[in-house]
């Protein structure tokens, strides 16, 4: 019988075709119910274009939905994505705009301190709507969440529900791809153990045939090409002996070392690409009020041939994995920390190695982080775990404190200039945060 597939925010169309066109490629898969779920019409539309001309190329007997309801998709649904965003230029301006005038020159925002925090304020509340109706229409389904930002609002929904569930985010992967080909190694020849938080977990072990690749790597990065590709994830392993699974740009606004003067920007992040500003500032410049910040054009797309070769997104070999032929899959995957990390607080949102068989997930233990990583990750991950209960209760103080302890944020700013910060924030969000008490 066909699995039923749902996904939400399927008007990210770049994503939910990569997603697809990966499902699509396992044979137990290749005839799924796909259900396109997305409230602004048009970007639906475009996205079921999309999705149509995948299955026509790849002459798959899968069936295609469209829906604007997701009550009306999920019943009977195997599985369920979400890809969504919450809000859009607006939003955006409102998360951005305070930080950047108080002194703290974020690159995206979309993961942690300030902007991450007020983010994760908007978006969770939609994501635990979403889960409280997979649990009423599809109480079997599987979970998959690669909505930012991911620790914030995994750590909050695996709190609060029971379902199936874990986050999902490509950095482990592509980052054990840039690093194979540095060395010049075929990616069959690697293998890693990663662990640490989402956006800054680290390889622990990082192989080549069974040898360690750590010196490979030094040697490869004597090249100042290969070393100005990622300066600032570089300089860290340089410095910290272990190479971390996000980039420069992201890595940049969670320590306190980078963003902090001009002079190291102009240093550690390569401005003529627009890194300084951080590609949202970049974006807004070009936007149309209430516009969605990531508007694409897909004729290219839908005039061309499409390229059916599975991607390496972990969604779709997760879904083989519990609802497709049952082979065993291994990815890095965020859930809450159950003895995996020792050394990370107990219940923090953990980006481990899990192993998926048709019985469900299965977590992996890594003992402790080295040490001096450790601190790092901890900072962020108590950040992330106060941030979670200043939502759970309405609690504004709480949300201060989570970005008063923000590793760049505190580097930049006074206790009381954050908290002026955080008071405006919470003044531009009030339409969207009703709930929370004015900071005092």
């Known amino acids: 019988m066909p699995k039923t597939i749902v996904f939400i925010g399927a008007g990210s169309a770049i994503f939910t075709r990569r997603l697809v066109r990966d499902v699509l490629t396992y044979p137990e898969l290749a005839d799924a119910n796909i259900r396109l779920v997305d409230i602004h019409r048009g970007r639906l539309d475009v996205a079921v274009q999309c999705v149509e001309k995948i299955v026509r190329e790849g002459n798959y007997p899968a069936t295609v939905e469209a829906y604007e309801d997701r ?90 529900s029971q379902i199936r569930s874990v986050g999902l985010c490509h950095s482990v992967q592509r980052t054990a791809h840039q690093l194979a080909g540095w060395i010049g190694a075929d990616e069959s020849e690697i293998s890693y153990v990663s662990a640490g938080i989402n956006h800054q977990a680290w390889y622990l072990e990082f192989t080549r045939n069974g040898q360690d690749a750590y010196p490979q790597i030094t040697d490869a990065l004597r090249d100042e090409k290969l070393w100005f590709e990622e300066p600032v994830r570089n300089d860290m392993y340089r410095h910290l002996g272990y190479y971390v699974t996000e980039s420069s740009g992201h890595n940049s606004e969670y320590n306190p070392w980078y963003r902090k003067r001009e002079d190291l920007i102009r240093k550690y992040i390569d401005t003529s690409t627009g890194e300084q500003a951080g590609y949202p500032f970049l974006v807004l410049k070009e936007m149309e009020p209430g516009q969605n910040w990531r508007e694409f054009t897909f004729d290219d797309f839908l005039n061309e041939p499409v390229d059916l070769a599975r991607g390496d997104e972990f969604a779709s070999g997760i879904l083989n994995a519990l609802i497709g032929d049952g082979t065993p899959f291994t990815f890095n995957g965020n859930t809450l920390n159950k003895g995996y990390i020792d050394n990370l607080p107990a219940d923090s949102c953990v980006e481990v190695p899990i192993v998926t068989t048709a019985e ?81």
């Open 71 to 160: 009550t009306l998709a999920l019943p009977g649904a195997d599985a369920v994505i979400t890809t969504i965003q919450v809000g859009g230029e607006e939003h955006l301006r409102a998360d951005l705009e305070p930080p950047k005038k108080a002194g703290v020159n974020l690159y995206i925002g979309d993961t942690r301190g300030p902007a991450g925090v007020f983010r994760f304020l908007r978006t969770a509340p939609v994501l635990q709507a979403i889960v409280a109706d997979i649990e009423k229409y599809a109480p079997h389904a599987v979970y998959l969440n690669y909505t930012n930002p991911m620790a914030m609002v995994m750590g909050a929904i695996q709190r609060t």
């Open 360 to 440: 469900g997930f299965t977590p992996q233990a890594v003992g402790a982080l080295p040490r001096h990583l450790s601190i790092l990750n901890a900072v962020n991950a108590n950040c992330d775990d106060l941030a979670i209960e200043g939502y759970l209760e309405k609690d504004s103080e709480k949300i201060f404190q989570s970005i008063a302890f923000d590793p760049l944020t505190s580097a930049m700013l006074s206790l009381e200039e954050i908290r002026d910060m955080v008071r405006e924030m919470f003044d531009r969000a009030r339409g969207w945060l009703p709930e929370y008490q004015p900071l005092s």
